[in-house]
């Protein structure tokens, strides 16, 4: 495995593989790697020649009030993961090397960006989709691979992709949780024994959510009311926000599908967490560590 810094090297390297006729995949992380982030190299590994994969704590997408600081890394414990499971080049740029000024163009994320995540993170999309742009344009992926568990930022990259016309094929991989259900993220580390009982609130109110659906419940205020109250019985945890939203658009809907993603986000204590599951597809459709 390759261990690279600067964007110059990277493009370098994909240039290389292009001239070689291999397919670059790439899969975008802020480190602290956990089984959820190796299921993006698996899927890229499946469909890409060279698996790129960036570590990056990217300022941008923090506010000023936010944990950016706090935010956990371990980048020796990155290289053995990553080298582990199979990453070709592993990219780590530093903050001086991806934004050596500003950046004074910024990618405007739309209305989706300033909805849910965006509502409670003002400008945090816009911080995503300029640095999924640069990580593009300095790999030059053929394929990206992304998370569902942040599934906003996933239909974000999408619209970009299409908007800009993009040469880059979007995975999106499936969720990866513990085998008590809660979805693997690299702020788990920040939750104590009581915290992470907490936390189990937000698997809890998606499979509540789930079970008005398929009982047959379609609209979307009764199945968002069902989940807020498994949330709401759980004190010591404040819940930013339920909503179902359409798939395609991400906007919200009042009449819940198969296809419906019901999102959920909470803080408990300092530490904040997000969820989602597709209605039609339950919980059971995600992976689980331990099956
Ligand atoms: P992060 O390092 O948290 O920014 O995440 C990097 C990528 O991994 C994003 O595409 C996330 O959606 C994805 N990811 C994070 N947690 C999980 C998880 N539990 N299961 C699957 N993908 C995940």
Not at 59 to 68: K, N, R, T, V
Not at 69 to 88: F, I, K, Q, T
Not at 112 to 118: D, M, N, P, Q, Y
Not at 191 to 212: I, N, Q
Request: aromatic share 6%; glycine share 8%; net charge neutral.
């Amino acid at each position: 495995m390759r261990v690279v810094c600067l964007p110059r090297e990277l493009r370098e390297a994909s240039t290389q593989a292009a001239r070689a006729g291999l397919r670059v995949g790439l899969v975008p992380t802020m480190g602290f790697l956990h089984a959820g982030h190796l299921a993006l190299v698996k899927e890229a590994r499946a469909r890409a020649d060279v698996v790129v994969m960036s570590v990056f704590v990217n300022p941008l997408q923090f506010g000023p009030a936010e944990d950016f600081a706090a935010y956990p890394r371990d980048l020796e414990r990155d290289r053995g993961l990553a080298e582990a499971s199979g990453v070709d080049v592993l990219w780590v740029p530093t903050v001086e090397a991806m934004y050596p000024v500003g950046p004074a163009v910024t990618v405007s994320p739309g209305p989706v960006g300033s909805i849910l995540e965006g509502a409670v993170r003002p400008g945090h999309f816009a911080g995503v989709l300029t640095v999924v742009l640069k990580l593009f344009a300095a790999a030059a992926p053929a394929v990206a691979v992304f998370g569902r568990k942040d599934a906003q930022q996933a239909a974000l990259v999408r619209f970009m992709i299409r908007d800009f016309n993009l040469p880059v094929e979007l995975i999106v991989a499936p969720t990866v949780r513990d085998a008590d259900g809660l979805a693997l993220s690299s702020r788990n580390v920040h939750l104590d024994v009581a915290g992470r009982r907490r936390a189990l609130a937000l698997p809890r109110a998606l499979a509540g959510g789930v079970e008005v659906f398929r009982s047959g419940e379609r609209r979307a205020g009764s199945i968002v009311a069902a989940a807020e109250a498994v949330l709401g019985r759980e004190a010591g945890l404040t819940s930013d926000y339920v909503a179902c939203v359409n798939p395609d658009t991400f906007l919200p809907t009042d009449a819940a599908t198969d296809t419906t993603t019901l999102a959920v986000a909470a803080r408990v204590g300092a530490t904040r967490l997000i969820d989602n599951v597709v209605l039609g597809a339950g919980l059971d459709a995600d992976v689980r560590i331990g099956d």
